[in-house]
């Protein structure tokens, strides 16, 4: 689904370091989320943002800090990465309904 | 909070046959129930969801079931085909304006048919 992008798509940090993900979105939604997907594990929610002043913790908040700088835009922050935050990241929105729709994926690699 | 159990991991099956996967959640509060997707390397896709209020929903080959009582649901796959191969995953979450479609996912399970 191209109307939800993220970038970078692959990424390879060492500890310590502060790392953004980004998320762009052109469907006009108002929500928007951030996943974490390790193997066994399923999908497991960061942050989620009802509009541009609603910003909520997920499951798994802690070392993250996210910004909503407009309707469109939803970027998650690592402050200092640590190897255990390696994961494939997802950024997903939703409108009025409850469906909700998945960028492409970052890939996070904390050496 | 949520928690959603899904089994098994992973199953195999034959071309042609059908498959079944199966999550139980434990918020008896949860009312909308959707499955997705994950082809390898790919983005998660809906493909089913089902609400408290219905039992069963059909789409062409693919099936879910709800059982509230037992806080069950179940994917039925029929006719299975290579193509079906993938990681499939259930959540669950209280749907509507006022929550936060906080979807609780399960751990997936990693479906193979075998030609």
């Known amino acids: 689904d191209a109307d939800v992008t993220q970038t970078p798509r692959n990424r390879i940090t060492k500890t310590g370091k502060r790392i953004m993900l980004e998320c762009s979105q052109t469907k006009g939604h108002d929500r928007m989320y951030w996943y974490r997907q390790d193997p066994g594990l399923g999908l497991r929610l960061i942050y989620y943002?009802?509009?541009?002043?609603?910003?909520n913790k997920g499951e798994i908040s802690d070392g993250y800090s996210v910004s909503r700088q407009a309707q469109a835009k939803f970027s998650l922050s690592l402050e200092s990465a640590i190897p255990n935050q390696t994961a494939l990241y997802f950024c997903?929105?939703?409108?009025?309904?409850?469906?909700?729709?998945f960028g492409p994926g970052t890939r996070l690699t904390v050496l | 909070g949520e928690n959603v159990e899904q089994h098994p991991s992973t199953l195999s099956v034959q071309e042609g046959d059908s498959a079944v996967i199966k999550c139980t959640y434990s918020?008896?509060?949860?009312?909308?129930f959707p499955w997705y997707k994950q082809e390898l390397g790919k983005r998660p896709q809906l493909i089913i969801d089902?609400?408290?209020?219905?039992g069963e929903k059909k789409d062409q080959r693919i099936a879910v079931t709800l059982n509230k009582t037992a806080k069950h649901f179940s994917l039925h796959i029929t006719e299975t085909q290579p193509e079906d191969s993938a990681v499939y995953f259930c959540a669950a979450s209280r749907a509507g304006k006022n929550y936060g479609q906080n979807f609780v996912f399960g751990p997936g399970t990693r479906l193979s048919v075998l030609p």
């Open positions: 997903a929105t939703s409108g009025g309904g409850d469906t909700q729709y």
């Open positions: 943002s009802f509009d541009v002043k609603d910003i």
């Open positions: 918020d008896s509060a949860s009312n909308y």
């Open positions: 089902i609400r408290s209020n219905v």
